[in-house]
Every structure is written in C-alpha cells, then in structure tokens.
C-alpha cells in the first residue's frame, strides 16, 4: 500500500492560486503564511494528476461532456459515502458549489424573498442573497460544549419570512457535523414553513473519523422533496481549480425547475479537466483519503494540545470534518482591530477575519486552515502565541 507524505513543503507562489498569490490584495502584505482561502498545501494525489498528464498527451482540447464512465463513479461514491441512492437523471454537473448556490437563487427565487442561513457561516451564502437583493436572514447558532447548535426555536420563526435555507453540511466555519436527528428538526421545520433548502455537502468526504456525514436529503421523505444538495471531489482531493462540482436533486418538482434552468441558460457546461479528475478522483481516492483524514485529525489533535497549553484563553471550535477551525480570542483583553493588526504584522499569518462570516457578532474571532503540513502549523502557533504575548 503506498505511503502518501503530506509533510512535504511544496512552495505555491506563482501558480495563480488565490491562497498564496492573492494575499497582498486581501491582506495588504505579501509576507504571510496562508492559513485562509479553503484550499489545502497538499500535492494533488498521483492517480488525479496521472489521469490528467494521460488526456494531455492526446493534445486535442475541444469542447468537452461528461462520458457515461464518469456519471457511473460519481453515482458508486454517492452510494457508497452518502447512502444517496440516485439515477443519472436525478445529477447535474456544475463549475462550482458557489457558482450553484447563485443559479438556484436566480432560478428559483425572486429579488425580496428571504432566505434563511445560520451564522457564522462561509461567506458566499451571505453575499449571493444580498447582492441578488434578496432578503437575508440570519439565524445565529449558538456554541454548546465546544461545538456550533442549532437554536430550533429561532430558526422556526425565522423560516416563517423565507422560501429557502442555505445549509453547511458540515458547516463552515467550525467543521461541525449536524448528526441524523439535528437534520430532520431542520427538514421538519422548513417544510412545515414552505422554505426548501440547498444543502452544500462541499466538505462531508473529508468528515473525521468517528464522526459520520449524514446528507440532508436521506433524513426523511420531506427532506428529499425540499432539497437540493451538492457535492464536489474539489475540497476533498484538492482540485478545487478545476471547477468540478455536482448537483443532485431527488425531488422531480425542484428538479424539473432547477435543472430546466441550468440548460435553458447553458451556464453548466464542464471543462475536460473537470471531468477527468473527478471521474480519478471518486474512481482512485479511497486510500489517499484514508489516510489524508488521518493526517488531518492530527493537525487538530495538534491544534487543540497546543492550545490547552499555550492559549487556554482561546476558545476553539474544533473540527468534526474538514480542517477549518474557529478561534475566538474574546478573553484575550485585546480589541478585533488590535488582533488582527497583530495577527498581519507582527505573527505574519493570514486567517480569515470572523466579521465576514455574519458581521459584528463575530468581532474577535478568526477562521485557521488546518489543510497543511503540521510543520507549517506549529510555525503559525507559535507566531500567533508570540505575537498576542
Ligand atoms: C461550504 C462551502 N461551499 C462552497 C465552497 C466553494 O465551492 P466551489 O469552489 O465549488 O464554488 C466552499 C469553499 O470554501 C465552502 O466552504
């Protein structure tokens, strides 16, 4: 069985990746080491970059469709992973979950409607209703034994000025797993309020061990019949840069609608690298998988140790799956500004500012990217710890 190595450093500058080339534009210093956009310091395993090098070699790079071999593997992982049974009909390729989450509001709602997220939440699902002049509705989510909750009560009166839920399943940020019976009060309360829900299952692969994804839609018939739910290999294997994203609609009403859509407006054609990878990716990946997530729960067993010892002031949301962890460094005597002042200039690290996941709430609080090697982490600790002293 081959040894994957995720310690190895692989430098990133230069290659047009948001992550590492973006951070004067984001940040307004180049100096830093990336702990932000969600992507990971992995190389892209073997078996994805030999299936893209071998369509390379035929040197021909028309227009592109998903050949039937790639739909079967995508079923067979939705099968095996999600306990999502579902035909080839019931699928629609997408360039990107966000990119999905916009047609659905464009498609399917009209400007003023609301639409209903928990927060602290990845940003997009706050920018797409606003700048659609939707109507956004915040439901915030309260931290319950280290770990982000649902508040039931809130969002049931919330949903009541809504036609849809954008869900993190898990949730970003905080890598929180919603289990089997949180999913159901959800389904129950949207469909008893008329609100259909986008469940974003982007990061459910990469759910640590023992912490089990559940998909919305298998929680109940009435969650299959609200929702539409999408899922990708980009976060998982770390091809995020090829845009290859899928979406599954097990309701024939939301799907006539949504999918009509997509082909009416032809905005969800693929790109042949898109297909190509994902089709290794969900073929080849189970034991690079493995062992990535094994590699990644020590990143947080790390993160969570070197915390206990060297911040106990800090008050971590550790995840469940993925490897985004929220930090809040309320109890630290310092103001937000001062923080992340000192985060950029003094430790040289770049997180993601806690305010852009739901505003003024969330002062104080940073997004960490644990998608790395643990020498690059234990590095940024220390700087951090260095630089809040
Ligand atoms: C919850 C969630 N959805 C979607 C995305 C991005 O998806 P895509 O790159 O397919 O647009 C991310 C990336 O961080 C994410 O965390």
Redesign the pocket.
Same mark, same amino acid.
């Given at each position: 069985m081959k040894k994957y190595d995720f310690d190895e450093i692989i430098p990133r500058k230069n290659t047009a990746c948001v992550k590492h080339d973006a951070l004067e534009l984001f940040f307004g210093r180049d100096d830093l080491t990336p702990m932000w #956009?969600?992507d990971m310091d992995f190389r892209t395993p073997d078996f994805i970059m030999d299936a893209l090098r071998t369509r390379c070699n035929h040197e021909v790079l028309g227009y592109a469709i998903p050949p039937e071999s790639y739909w079967q593997t995508v079923i067979q992982w939705f099968q095996r992973h999600y306990g999502v049974s579902c035909i080839k009909e019931e699928l629609h390729f997408i360039p990107?979950? #966000?990119?999905?989450i916009s047609f659905v509001i464009q498609a399917m709602t009209q400007p003023g409607d609301g639409i209903l997220v928990t927060t602290p939440v990845?940003p997009?699902?706050l920018n797409l209703p606003q700048g659609g002049h939707r109507q956004l509705v915040c439901s915030p989510l309260k931290v319950e034994d280290g770990r982000f909750a649902i508040d039931f009560e809130d969002l049931e009166w919330r949903a009541r000025q809504c036609r849809w839920m954008i869900l &993190?399943n898990p949730h970003?940020p905080g890598g929180t797993v919603w289990g089997e019976e949180v999913l159901r009060r959800v389904a129950e309360i949207c469909y008893r309020n008329n609100v259909n829900v986008i469940s974003?299952e982007?990061?459910a692969d990469m759910t640590l061990p023992p912490h089990r994804h559940v998909s919305f839609s298998t929680v109940s018939p009435q969650a299959k019949e609200i929702s539409i739910t999408?899922m990708?290999p &980009?976060?998982t294997f770390n091809m995020?840069g090829l845009?290859s994203?899928v979406c599954y609609c097990g309701s024939d009403s939301l799907r006539k609608r949504f999918f009509g859509y997509l082909d009416a407006y032809e905005v969800a054609g693929g790109n042949i690298f898109a297909f190509v990878g994902a089709e290794a990716a969900f073929k080849h990946g189970e034991e690079w998988l493995t062992q990535m997530l094994q590699y990644l729960s020590g990143n947080v067993d790390f993160l969570r140790g070197y915390l206990q010892e060297h911040l106990p002031q800090v008050k971590a949301i550790l995840p469940e799956a993925s490897y985004?962890a929220w930090l809040d460094f309320s109890d630290m005597g310092l103001t937000h500004e001062e923080i992340k002042d000192r985060l950029i200039n003094r430790a040289r690290v770049a997180l993601n500012d806690g305010t852009t996941f739901g505003g003024s709430n969330y002062r104080c609080c940073f997004r960490i990217n644990l998608g790395c090697p643990r020498a690059t982490l234990a590095d940024v600790l220390d700087r951090i710890v260095g630089c809040l002293k």
């Open positions: #956009v969600a990107g979950i #966000v990119a999905g990845y997009p699902f &993190s970003n974003d982007i990061h999408f990708a &980009s976060k995020a845009g994203s985004l």
